[in-house]
Every structure is written in C-alpha cells, then in structure tokens.
C-alpha cells in the first residue's frame, strides 16, 4: 500500500525533472550547551574540548535529526518540488526508521533504500561548541559497506543523478556511471574524500560528469591550482560545469561559456554548519536542472546553505519553494 502512495507521488511530477540522490543516509544526534565544549585552546590553531577522562558532562540542549549527503540534497529537490528519489542503505533499527520517517515526510520516494543485514545505520554524534564549531563522532556503519546489487539504476526513471560520497566504493560508481551514459540521465556529482583518495579512477569517472562540485581544498587534489578561478579553469578540462566553493569567502563557477565569481550570500551566525556542502551542491542542481542560469543558479545554492548553517541539522533550513531571494557580491566574465 506504501509503495503504492509513493509511487503515485513521482508519476504525479510530469512537467519538471527528477533527480535520483545517492549516497549516505545516517541520524545525527547534536549535544549543545555544555560547559565542557567550549574550547580550550594550546595556540589559535589547536583548540580542544575540555572533556576530562572519566567524568560526567552535562549538556543541555539534545536535536535530533537525520543526515547524510544524499539524503539532504534529496530533501531540497522535494521542496523545491522537483521529482526526488533516494538510494542508499541503512540498517533494521530506530534510526533507520528516522531516516525513512524523514524522507516519507518531505514526499521524497524511498522505493530505492535499500537494508544491510549486517550492519547497522550510520550514525553521528555532534558536539557543538558555543562558536558553531563541531566534533563529530561517527559510526558509518551501513553507510560504508555498500552492496552493488543494492545499486542498480537501470529501473529508476530520471532526468539527472545526484552522487555524493558511496565511501569511495568506485566499482560501484563505475556502474551506475556507465548505465546513466546509457540511459542518457545526467551526473551531478560531489565525490567524498574515499572517492578523492583513488585519484585514477577519479579522472576516468570524470569522463561521464556533467557537474563536478567541491570545495577548494578537495579541488586542489584533482587539479593544480592556487585560486579558486584558476581551479575552475583547469577542472573544465575534465567536465563541462565546475563549481568551487570556498565556506564563507565565496564560490566559482563556470559552464565553459562564462565565469561566475560569488561572494557571501548573507553574513549570518553560524550555529551548525553540518550539510553546508549539501545544501549548496543540490541547491544549484534544483535550479540547474530546471534549466536556470549558472547566476540564478549559484544565488540559490549560496541562499540555501547559507539558511542551513543557521539552525542545528542539515536539513532545517533548507528553503521551500517559491522564497524570495535576493542579489549577492557577483561578477560574471565571459570566457
Ligand atoms: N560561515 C559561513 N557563513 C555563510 N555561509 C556559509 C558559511 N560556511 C559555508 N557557507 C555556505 O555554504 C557553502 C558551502 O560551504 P563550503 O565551501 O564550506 O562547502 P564544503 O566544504 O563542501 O562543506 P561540507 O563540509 O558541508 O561538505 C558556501 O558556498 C556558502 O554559501
Ligand atoms: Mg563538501
């Protein structure tokens, strides 16, 4: 009967695209207000927590919510009302549950999740310091051990692929890369630091990308290059559309017929900055699939991570459709 109703939701989406996100789906539990979080620092750059061995820290605020790369960008395309599928695996437990909960919830069709038998979901514990800085504790869990059969695209019905990390597990993004090629379906992707690390197959993969999508230092281990425009020009060797964001100092893009350089959207307080990336990298795919310019594009991605790092969670802030944005620092040159 579920299945049913989900079913019903994606062919009720005819008029506009549907992206298929994949990769991680795990709870994340963030502990705030805490004395012992505020950071001890031996000189500016080494900072810690003043968690003593053996002792027991109160912590007042408890937020619960669920994470993951995937399934946040799965969440935009839904309230931007695109047609929006996950694919990714969690265990047969609570968080498991919180997970699907979420997705049901937003109108994104879980038919795709798959369960691991062995292991359970991903799950992260957030220490969050009274600056928004963060200290994670993660178990991976389900979202590591990936199974291929658990990713076969060929049945799913979609206009664009949204792939970020699957724990660098490249045969299976050799598959699903291969089969989108076939299907004509586009690839966004967003590789993870296990996809960063094999840097041969990396190149090969980028062969299929239509988007690629990282921050600065991640760009710096594909291509050579000091600043974010150099990096951009040198990445549209590889793909067509490069974008490189760089946290608060800004963001390039280019598509190959002109160069975007943005500033901040807004100067916001940073409470959490978990899903940050997410927000940006599906933000701008929720525009650019819709067939918005790469300006109009990069303004939502900048205003979508930019409300996401004011509240705790990856997911709060991401913003319905139909906000009202407004300009942001921009040039435009065309190449
Ligand atoms: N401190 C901040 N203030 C305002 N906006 C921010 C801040 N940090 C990040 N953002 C927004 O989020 C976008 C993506 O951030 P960033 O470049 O840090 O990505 P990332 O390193 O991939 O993040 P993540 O760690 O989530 O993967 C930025 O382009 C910006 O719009
Ligand atoms: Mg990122």
């Given at each position: 009967?579920?299945?049913k109703i989900?079913q019903?939701h994606?062919a009720?989406?005819?008029?506009?695209p549907?992206?298929?996100?994949?990769?991680?789906?795990?709870?994340?539990?963030?502990?705030?207000?805490?004395?012992?979080?505020?950071?001890?620092?031996?000189n500016?750059?080494e900072?810690?927590?003043?968690?003593?061995?053996?002792?027991?820290?109160d912590?007042n605020?408890?937020?619960?919510?669920?994470?993951?790369g995937?399934?946040n960008?799965?969440v935009t395309?839904?309230r931007?009302?695109?047609?929006?599928?996950?694919?990714?695996?969690?265990?047969?437990?609570?968080?498991?549950?919180?997970?699907?909960?979420d997705?049901?919830?937003?109108?994104?069709?879980?038919?795709?999740?798959?369960?691991?038998?062995?292991?359970n979901?991903g799950?992260?514990?957030?220490?969050?310091?009274?600056?928004?800085?963060?200290?994670?504790?993660?178990?991976?869990?389900a979202?590591?051990?990936?199974?291929?059969?658990?990713?076969?695209i060929d049945d799913?019905?979609?206009?664009?692929?949204?792939?970020?990390?699957?724990?660098g597990?490249?045969?299976?993004?050799?598959?699903?890369?291969?089969?989108?090629?076939?299907?004509?379906?586009?690839?966004f992707?967003?590789?993870?630091?296990?996809?960063?690390?094999?840097?041969?197959q990396?190149?090969?993969?980028?062969?299929?990308?239509?988007?690629?999508?990282?921050?600065?230092e991640?760009m710096?281990?594909?291509?050579?290059?000091?600043?974010?425009?150099?990096?951009?020009?040198?990445g549209?060797?590889?793909?067509?559309?490069?974008?490189?964001?760089?946290?608060p100092n800004?963001?390039?893009?280019s598509?190959?017929?002109?160069?975007?350089s943005?500033g901040?959207?807004e100067?916001?307080?940073v409470?959490?900055?978990?899903?940050?990336?997410?927000?940006f990298?599906?933000?701008?795919?929720?525009?650019?699939?819709?067939?918005?310019?790469?300006?109009?594009?990069?303004?939502?991605?900048?205003?979508?991570?930019?409300?996401?790092?004011r509240?705790?969670?990856?997911?709060r802030?991401?913003?319905?459709?139909g906000?009202?944005?407004?300009?942001?620092?921009m040039?435009?040159?065309?190449?």
């Open positions: 009967m579920e299945v989900r019903f994606s009720m989406k005819k008029n506009v549907t992206i298929l996100s994949i990769g991680a789906a795990v709870q994340d539990v963030f502990l705030s207000q805490s004395d012992e979080f505020k950071a001890v620092c031996v500016p750059e900072c810690f927590m003043n968690l003593e061995l053996g002792a027991k820290a912590v605020r408890i937020t619960f919510s669920t994470g993951g995937a399934t960008a799965s395309f839904a931007q009302g695109l047609g929006s599928i996950f694919m990714g695996t969690v265990g047969h437990d609570p968080a498991g549950q919180a997970v699907v909960d997705l049901d919830k937003e109108n994104v069709d879980t038919r795709y999740l798959s369960y691991s038998k062995r292991y979901t799950y992260s514990t957030l220490l969050l310091a009274p600056t928004g800085e963060r200290t994670i504790l993660t178990y991976r869990g979202s590591t051990h990936y199974s291929k059969k658990n990713f076969k799913v019905d979609a206009d664009w692929l949204y792939v970020s990390s699957v724990a597990q490249m045969d299976i993004l050799h598959d699903i890369f291969q089969t989108a090629k076939k299907k004509g379906i586009k690839i992707w967003n590789p993870g630091k296990g996809e960063l690390e094999n840097e041969k990396l190149k090969g993969l980028l062969e299929d990308v239509e988007v690629l999508s990282v921050n600065k991640e710096q281990q594909i291509v050579h290059g000091e600043t974010s425009e150099e990096l951009v020009r040198h549209l060797s590889l793909v067509p559309v490069v974008i490189v964001s760089d946290g800004g963001v390039v893009a598509d190959g017929k002109t160069m975007v943005a901040m959207y100067d916001v307080k409470i959490d900055r978990t899903g940050a990336g997410d927000a990298g599906s933000g701008f795919l929720s525009q650019w699939a819709a067939g918005k310019s790469l300006k109009d594009s990069i303004i939502f991605a900048s205003a979508n991570s930019t409300s996401v790092v509240y705790i969670g990856a997911k802030g991401i913003l319905p459709a906000v009202k944005l407004h300009d942001m620092p040039k435009e040159v065309k190449l």
